[in-house]
């Protein structure tokens, strides 16, 4: 077990979410979301009675990028909420297209789809939709950079370099993978 065994307990709320990369035959690919919230128990809404195991909150979303990880169209849908107004937030996703992923793109899409025109449940998956496309791209992206470093282009530090412990400059896998960006640990003090 990966964690330590908990304290008696009783279970009240899970959510499950299901984020899948692939690659289009147009070279593009479709990064797609699922959330689905559910609770152990039954209660009332405004617009609605939920069972227990019924879902409250079921959306989806899809984002569409190319290699550079620029969103070329997004399509949102809310499939199950707790308010009758809640699908109408669905459409507004699609302001993220031109977007890219990268340094400031939480903040993008606050801006886009923040406040009273977003779903708090939808941009919660767009942070993890994001890393799903960059895991998805990785491989063309990783081509086109081989490519590039044959013909003499532009050589930039990869972009894992110190994102966590593995990657950090001090690491041995750096240091067998890109040494030339790797750094000497520094001595116990």
């Known amino acids: 077990m990966p964690l330590s065994a908990p304290a008696p307990r009783e279970p009240l709320h899970r959510r499950v979410l299901d984020m899948q990369g692939y690659e289009r035959e147009d070279g593009l690919f479709d990064i797609e979301g699922h959330l689905v919230d559910t609770k152990s128990y039954a209660f009332e809404t405004e617009n609605r009675h939920v069972e227990p195991g019924e879902a409250l909150h079921g959306m989806w979303i899809r984002l569409t990028v190319d290699a550079d990880l620029v969103i070329r169209e997004c399509e949102a849908s809310t499939e199950f ?3 009758a107004i809640c699908p109408q937030a669905a459409p507004n996703f699609a302001r993220l297209a031109g977007l890219r ?3 400031g793109f939480n903040r993008a899409v606050q801006e886009r789809v ?9 941009r919660e998956m767009l942070a993890q939709l994001a890393t799903v496309a960059f895991q998805t791209t990785y491989s063309a992206r990783r081509e086109r950079r081989k490519a590039e470093a044959a013909t003499g282009g532009p050589r930039k530090p990869p972009a894992l370099l110190n994102t966590c412990l593995a990657y950090g400059e001090e690491s041995p896998i750096v240091a067998q993978r890109w040494p030339d960006y790797a750094k000497t640990p520094r001595a116990a003090e």
Do not use: R
């Open 81 to 83: 909420s707790p308010y």
């Open 114 to 122: 923040g406040g009273p025109v977003g779903c708090t449940h939808l």
């Open 101 to 103: 992923i990268g340094p």
